[in-house]
């Protein structure tokens, strides 16, 4: 190695997980590549399969695009090693490291929100001070995602100041993210400890009642699909309140399992994601490297966590345990393919699509 080499490479800064080297990164990057390769397979088949059935579960989608992050990640990571002087996929392999457990942060919340929204529709529809304070999370979840992917590729820069400015956002962004992680948690808790009101009880709800099964091999049976007269009927005559599409309610399967897989997942993103805003806040005191800047801590706190969490979903069908009605594009194709009957107190052209209007029920959207 030249001596110029050797100087890059020492100068480097800390960084969670260590930088990866030859002799101990292949095979960790070969073993998550392999994994997250099988589990984008098998959330791609339900994706497909859902929606050739007129079940649009949009979460499956995003659970298949974290695994594809995450194969690029290690993809990097394993470059990163066989070119350690490479600065550009050093940092790539950063960036892609930073982002993709977002996404499992977002989809855990917006699990928790249906399960708070099915205990208080009178308090969840859509407009109310819940669902709006939720929208302005997950627009901020996304703000500080922005913050920490910009910040990931600068452990290279040579200004002082401006890498302890860019430190102190990384700090803030990585206690946002654990409080995040632990969200879903809390708004469980608090579906369950508020007491159900009259009005939550009465509130007009939608689900999707033609579920059967939550087992492993169970797909939703087109032929079940109510016509969009059935679906709309459902709304008794003259109701003036927003109704809200809600996932199945206990006696259509057991609740229980759908409140473990939000707070299973909760406490290990939550652990994972500690760690590394521990790591983040500790390299400015520490002069020996210290327990969580080794790479066993990174494939534990990143890979393990998502891969676990990413079974326990898959295993436990949350596309079928948080799906709500939302009329997207294939149901109502669908619902057009079982008759061509006019909706109630609607002029529907067969080829437009659905809308659902206020006067109805009011608006009807889903999040």
Same mark, same amino acid.
């Given at each position: 190695?030249?001596?110029?080499?050797?100087?890059?490479?020492?100068?480097?800064?800390?960084?969670?997980?260590?930088?990866?080297?030859?002799?101990?990164?292949?095979?960790?990057?070969?073993?998550?590549?392999?994994?997250?390769?099988?589990?984008?397979?098998?959330?791609?088949?339900?994706?497909?399969?859902?929606?050739?059935?007129?079940?649009?579960?949009?979460?499956?989608?995003?659970?298949?695009?974290?695994?594809?992050?995450?194969? &690029?990640? %290690? *993809?990097? +990571? @394993?470059?990163? /090693?066989? #070119? $350690?002087?490479?600065?550009? =996929?050093?940092? !790539?392999?950063?960036?892609?490291?930073?982002?993709?457990?977002?996404?499992?942060?977002?989809?855990? &919340?917006? %699990? *928790?929100? +249906? @399960?708070?929204? /099915?205990? #208080? $529709?009178?308090?969840?529809? =859509?407009?109310? !001070?819940?669902?709006?304070?939720?929208?302005?999370?997950?627009?901020?979840?996304?703000?500080?995602?922005?913050?920490?992917?910009?910040?990931?590729?600068?452990?290279? #820069?040579?200004?002082?100041?401006?890498?302890?400015?860019?430190?102190?956002?990384?700090?803030?962004?990585?206690?946002?993210?654990?409080?995040?992680?632990?969200?879903?948690?809390?708004?469980?808790?608090?579906?369950?400890?508020?007491?159900?009101?009259?009005?939550?009880?009465?509130?007009?709800?939608?689900?999707?009642?033609?579920?059967?099964?939550?087992?492993?091999?169970?797909?939703?049976?087109?032929?079940?699909?109510?016509?969009?007269?059935?679906?709309?009927?459902?709304?008794?005559?003259?109701?003036?309140?927003?109704?809200?599409?809600?996932?199945?309610?206990?006696?259509?399967?057991?609740?229980?399992?759908?409140?473990?897989?939000?707070?299973?997942?909760?406490?290990?993103?939550?652990?994972?994601?500690?760690?590394?805003?521990?790591?983040?806040?500790?390299?400015?005191?520490?002069?020996?490297?210290?327990?969580?800047?080794?790479?066993?801590?990174?494939?534990?706190?990143?890979?393990?966590?998502?891969?676990?969490?990413?079974?326990?979903?898959?295993?436990?069908?949350?596309?079928?345990?948080?799906?709500?009605?939302?009329?997207?594009?294939?149901?109502?194709?669908?619902?057009?393919?079982?008759?061509?009957?006019?909706?109630?107190?609607?002029?529907?052209?067969?080829?437009?699509?659905?809308?659902?209007?206020?006067?109805?029920?009011?608006?009807?959207?889903?999040?």
């Amino acid at each position: 190695m030249s001596q110029s080499t050797a100087e890059i490479l020492a100068s480097r800064p800390a960084l969670f997980g260590d930088y990866p080297v030859t002799k101990d990164d292949i095979a960790g990057c070969v073993v998550c590549i392999v994994c997250f390769a099988v589990l984008a397979v098998i959330n791609m088949t339900i994706l497909r399969r859902n929606l050739a059935r007129g079940h649009k579960f949009i979460p499956s989608g995003a659970m298949f695009g974290l695994c594809m992050a995450r194969i &690029v990640t %290690f *993809s990097m +990571r @394993l470059a990163s /090693a066989i #070119h $350690p002087t490479n600065l550009n =996929v050093s940092i !790539a392999a950063s960036i892609f490291i930073a982002a993709g457990v977002v996404i499992l942060f977002v989809l855990n &919340v917006l %699990f *928790s929100q +249906r @399960l708070f929204t /099915a205990q #208080h $529709p009178s308090r969840a529809y =859509v407009g109310s !001070a819940f669902y709006n304070i939720m929208k302005l999370f997950y627009i901020s979840i996304i703000a500080f995602l922005i913050v920490l992917v910009v910040t990931s590729g600068v452990y290279y #820069h040579t200004n002082a100041t401006v890498m302890q400015g860019i430190a102190q956002f990384r700090k803030v962004a990585m206690v946002y993210f654990t409080v995040t992680a632990f969200m879903p948690t809390l708004i469980v808790a608090a579906a369950y400890a508020i007491p159900r009101s009259e009005q939550d009880r009465t509130w007009p709800v939608h689900y999707a009642h033609w579920i059967d099964s939550y087992s492993g091999l169970y797909f939703p049976d087109p032929r079940k699909l109510p016509s969009a007269v059935e679906f709309y009927a459902e709304i008794p005559e003259g109701e003036t309140r927003i109704p809200v599409q809600v996932i199945p309610p206990p006696d259509r399967g057991t609740r229980k399992v759908s409140i473990f897989l939000v707070l299973f997942a909760s406490v290990i993103l939550t652990f994972g994601t500690a760690v590394r805003t521990a790591a983040t806040f500790g390299h400015a005191a520490e002069i020996q490297k210290p327990w969580y800047d080794y790479r066993v801590t990174m494939y534990m706190c990143i890979a393990l966590v998502e891969l676990m969490v990413e079974i326990s979903w898959i295993i436990g069908r949350v596309d079928l345990r948080f799906y709500i009605p939302n009329n997207d594009k294939s149901w109502k194709k669908l619902a057009t393919a079982q008759g061509t009957e006019k909706l109630p107190h609607m002029d529907v052209d067969e080829e437009a699509e659905v809308d659902t209007p206020r006067q109805l029920s009011g608006e009807r959207k889903s999040f």
